[in-house]
């Protein structure tokens, strides 16, 4: 069964720490793999997306990695901010269906002042 | 605002009765999708359109859910007899192609 894990299901920083989110997934044939950061009652807005090829992109402050041997993906945020309090999500699509994207559960951030 | 807009975005609504939620995608965008999101999870497809035809429905799309997508432009879920397990957010994305999906802010409905 296709899917995709993560943790830590929540998390709490101070401002101007870093952290590091992880994934990992079972989805095979592997197409690519996104991260996505959520508000809270907003919808999601992709950080950023990989493809087999491709082992690690930044997106200012985040940087996301991609191991697909291992399965396993990791989102690093870079001195935070208030602003990033939200859920990230893990998300990943198969090559048999790249349109049904399969979504991991979130890790809750917030950073605190 | 030319990003993916949805409405009504809070819906309260007593069990048993009908609702219907738009969806209006990117101008440019064929591919319509629309997901139900529970607190604490991540969003779980239910359904997706390219132009006008609906490919894809998933088994959590029972009878009494219904999508449309008539001129290939804006959706509409219908949502019939409501229950309270239907109480979740529905997001609506859009794409060109299978490339990027651009998410709206969602509808928030709860059945009481």
């Known amino acids: 069964k296709n899917q995709v894990e993560q943790s830590p299901q929540s998390l709490i920083i101070l401002e101007g720490k870093n952290c590091t989110l992880q994934c990992n997934y079972t989805v095979s044939p592997f197409s690519n793999l996104r991260w996505y950061k959520q508000d809270t009652g907003r919808g999601p807005v992709s950080l950023t997306i990989m493809t087999f090829s491709e082992n690690t992109k930044s997106n200012g402050r985040y940087t996301a990695t991609l191991d697909a041997d291992t399965k396993q993906s990791s989102l690093h945020i870079t001195a935070s901010q208030l602003s990033d309090s939200a859920s990230y999500i893990c998300?990943?699509?198969?090559?048999?269906?790249?349109?049904?994207?399969?979504f991991g559960t979130g890790t809750r951030l917030q950073v605190f002042p | 605002d030319t990003g993916v807009s949805q409405d009504p975005r809070h819906k309260i609504t007593k069990r048993g009765q009908n609702v219907t939620f738009r969806c209006d995608p990117i101008?440019?965008?064929?591919?319509l999708y629309w997901y139900r999101q529970t607190l604490g999870q991540g969003p779980e497809f239910l359904t997706y359109f390219q132009n006008e035809a609906q490919l894809e429905k998933s088994r959590l799309l029972s009878d009494r859910f219904s999508a449309e997508r008539p001129k290939g432009s804006f959706s509409t879920l219908e949502i019939q007899r409501t229950e309270q397990g239907d109480s979740a957010m529905y997001l609506c994305a859009s794409s060109f192609r299978s490339y990027e999906q651009y998410f709206g802010p969602g509808t928030r409905l709860t059945v009481t």
């Open positions: 998300v990943v699509s198969s090559h048999r269906d790249t349109d049904k994207l399969i």
């Open positions: 101008s440019e965008h064929n591919r």
